[in-house]
């Protein structure tokens, strides 16, 4: 279904990644409230988060949400889509690079994979 990212980008785990999952509906609402368009639903996005003045990577810190593995048929090539946007890819699924600048200030994460639907 050519989900894939592009070779450039298609580098496997970003090392300052933060995946977390959620339900699919969940997730929908986290990439929403994370500055994702409202017109159309996400079953995973990556946001990626200035990295600090201390890092020596120069990395960004890549916030992934993601369904829960078996909750979708092909969890594998969607994170590695969402991977490629944390190496960069940008937004549009082009080829072309669009650098990896942060695109978003993100608020401080609360602990998210400890957050059930139920509350706890
Ligand atoms: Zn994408």
Redesign the pocket.
């Known amino acids: 279904m050519g989900i894939l990212p592009p070779p450039q980008y298609d580098l496997g785990e970003h090392p300052n990644a933060i995946v977390v999952h959620h339900s699919l509906e969940e997730v929908n609402d986290r990439c929403i409230g994370a500055g994702h368009r409202r017109n159309r639903r996400y079953i ?3 946001v990626l988060v200035a990295s600090n003045a201390n890092d020596t990577d120069n990395l960004p810190v890549c916030i992934v949400f993601l369904p829960y593995p078996d909750k979708i048929g092909y969890y594998e090539e969607l994170r590695r ?2 991977m ?2 944390c190496w960069g ?1 940008g ?1 549009d ?1 082009s080829r072309k690079p669009q650098g990896s600048k942060p695109t978003k200030t993100f608020a401080p994460l609360q602990a998210p994979t400890l957050e059930s639907k139920t509350g706890a």
Do not use: I, K
């Open positions: 995973g996005c990556a889509h969402e490629g946007h890819w937004r699924h």
